[in-house]
């Protein structure tokens, strides 16, 4: 039993320190591990926060660095400045000839397609007549209405012009017209022709300032009345029986009731300062007979021409020679500008089924070449 105890204990005794010497080991090496794995840590740290600023560098770098290179853009510009100065050269040049008598009309004559466009009286008479199209075709049912709006106005014709020969100049929206500095060349034509809300003010430098006659419906007209100075002729383009009674209410300066307002596709201006003797209605039969020099080629489509191309066919009844400026949709560059005035885009132009713009491209392409106008900034 002794022996035993001894052994029991001894052996208990002998075996004590090995294990406190094996945990002391397994102590010192644990706290080692732990500390090669802090060291690893910050040292990853590191790295990733050295990465990260290199990562960090390199984006700056590629934004800010190409702002200070030489870039494509002086080119452009360079390139732009050129077409712009050729462009002013041939606008000067048709400006410093004698002004040719019965030139368009004549070059018009010329081709059989575009005879129709020839001898269309421009303005309503003091009668209505019968119509066989609705607005903007025509005026049928819109007689009553009518009857009364041309009471109120006194005339119905161009103020008088000393000269026998004229030149028309029509100002397209169109953003090609951006930059051109055109203007002052504008300016010199005899016949200034614009449509809707196209402003004047602050676009000068390559709209011009002055106004002859602005074609436009309720929903385009202008708000600010600075766009009215230097205008002689307002020229209404009915496409509803309710424009012609809003024309009415701005020459007898009687509001219409905010029940017909409801019916307008935006807000219109309730007056216009102009005396009654600026105002005029579009005959409808220049809307008539460009939609069917539009259509004869193709089957008839429910679309009806824009009011530019309406108003290239009113110049070529009151004109011996035509120009034009700021006409032309490159309907394949979707990012240019859609007017010069404003920042919407020519993508925006692709979504309107009202107008069919190729085919008023195609139509002009071919007065252009046939030398019955002339494109002043080249993108005909």
Same mark, same amino acid.
């Not at 002689?232 to 024309?247: G, M, N, Q, T, Y």
């Given at each position: !039993?002794?022996?035993?105890k001894?052994?029991?204990?001894?052996?208990?005794?002998?075996?004590?320190?090995?294990q406190?010497?094996?945990?002391?080991?397994?102590?010192?090496?644990?706290?080692?591990?732990?500390?090669?794995?802090?060291?690893?840590?910050?040292?990853?740290?590191?790295?990733?926060?050295?990465?990260?600023?290199?990562?960090?560098?390199?984006?700056?770098?590629?934004?800010?660095?190409?702002?200070y @290179?030489?870039?494509?853009q002086?080119?452009?510009?360079?390139?732009?400045?050129?077409?712009?100065?050729?462009?002013?050269?041939?606008?000067?040049?048709?400006?410093?000839q004698?002004?040719?008598?019965?030139?368009?009309?004549?070059?018009? +004559?010329?081709?059989?397609?575009?005879?129709?466009?020839?001898?269309?009286?421009?303005?309503?008479?003091n009668?209505?007549?019968?119509?066989?199209?609705?607005?903007?075709?025509?005026?049928q049912?819109?007689?009553?209405?009518?009857?009364h709006?041309?009471k109120?106005?006194?005339?119905?014709?161009?103020?008088?012009s000393?000269?026998?020969?004229?030149?028309? !100049?029509?100002?397209?929206?169109?953003?090609?017209?951006?930059?051109?500095?055109?203007?002052?060349?504008?300016?010199?034509?005899d016949?200034?022709?614009?449509?809707?809300?196209?402003?004047?003010?602050?676009?000068?430098?390559?709209?011009?300032s002055?106004?002859?006659?602005?074609?436009m419906?309720?929903?385009?007209a202008?708000?600010?009345?600075?766009?009215?100075?230097?205008?002689?002729?307002?020229a209404?383009?009915?496409f509803?029986?309710?424009d012609i009674?809003?024309?009415?209410?701005?020459?007898?300066?009687k509001?219409?009731?905010?029940?017909?307002?409801?019916?307008?596709?935006? +807000?219109?201006?309730?007056?216009?300062?102009?005396?009654?003797?600026?105002?005029?209605?579009?005959?409808?039969?220049?809307?008539?007979?460009?939609?069917?020099?539009?259509?004869?080629?193709?089957?008839?489509?429910?679309?009806?021409?824009?009011?530019?191309?309406?108003?290239?066919?009113?110049? @070529?009844q009151?004109?011996?020679?035509?120009?034009?400026? #700021?006409? $032309?949709?490159?309907?394949?560059?979707? $990012?240019?500008?859609?007017?010069?005035?404003?920042?919407?885009? !020519?993508?925006? !132009?692709?979504?309107?089924?009202?107008?069919?713009?190729?085919a008023e491209?195609?139509?002009?392409?071919?007065?252009?070449?046939? #030398?019955?106008?002339?494109?002043?900034?080249?993108?005909?």
């Amino acid at each position: !039993m002794v022996t035993l105890k001894h052994l029991s204990v001894k052996d208990h005794d002998e075996g004590s320190d090995p294990q406190l010497a094996e945990a002391g080991s397994a102590e010192t090496a644990g706290t080692r591990h732990r500390r090669a794995e802090s060291s690893e840590f910050f040292l990853n740290q590191q790295k990733n926060f050295a990465l990260s600023l290199v990562l960090l560098l390199s984006c700056y770098s590629a934004l800010l660095i190409p702002a200070y @290179l030489p870039t494509q853009q002086a080119t452009r510009n360079e390139r732009t400045t050129q077409e712009s100065m050729v462009l002013l050269n041939r606008s000067a040049a048709l400006l410093s000839q004698k002004c040719r008598s019965g030139w368009s009309t004549a070059k018009l +004559n010329a081709v059989p397609q575009f005879r129709s466009l020839l001898e269309i009286p421009v303005f309503l008479q003091n009668r209505t007549g019968h119509w066989e199209l609705e607005p903007p075709l025509g005026l049928q049912g819109c007689e009553e209405s009518l009857a009364h709006s041309l009471k109120a106005l006194p005339d119905s014709g161009l103020p008088s012009s000393p000269k026998n020969c004229r030149r028309c !100049m029509v100002v397209g929206s169109g953003g090609v017209l951006h930059g051109k500095q055109l203007g002052a060349h504008i300016d010199k034509h005899d016949i200034i022709i614009r449509m809707n809300n196209a402003p004047v003010f602050g676009f000068e430098k390559d709209a011009g300032s002055r106004t002859t006659i602005r074609l436009m419906y309720p929903e385009g007209a202008p708000f600010s009345k600075r766009e009215y100075q230097k205008t002689d002729i307002i020229a209404l383009v009915a496409f509803k029986s309710l424009d012609i009674k809003w024309l009415t209410s701005v020459v007898t300066r009687k509001p219409l009731s905010w029940w017909s307002k409801l019916w307008f596709w935006r +807000n219109v201006v309730n007056e216009i300062p102009l005396q009654p003797e600026n105002f005029r209605i579009l005959n409808p039969e220049i809307l008539k007979r460009t939609w069917h020099v539009l259509t004869c080629t193709k089957q008839q489509r429910k679309t009806v021409p824009t009011l530019g191309i309406s108003a290239v066919v009113l110049a @070529l009844q009151l004109c011996d020679e035509v120009s034009l400026a #700021g006409f $032309g949709y490159d309907l394949q560059q979707p $990012g240019a500008l859609l007017h010069y005035y404003e920042t919407l885009r !020519m993508d925006a !132009m692709m979504t309107q089924v009202v107008h069919d713009v190729r085919a008023e491209s195609s139509l002009l392409k071919e007065l252009v070449k046939a #030398g019955v106008v002339n494109d002043l900034t080249g993108a005909l």
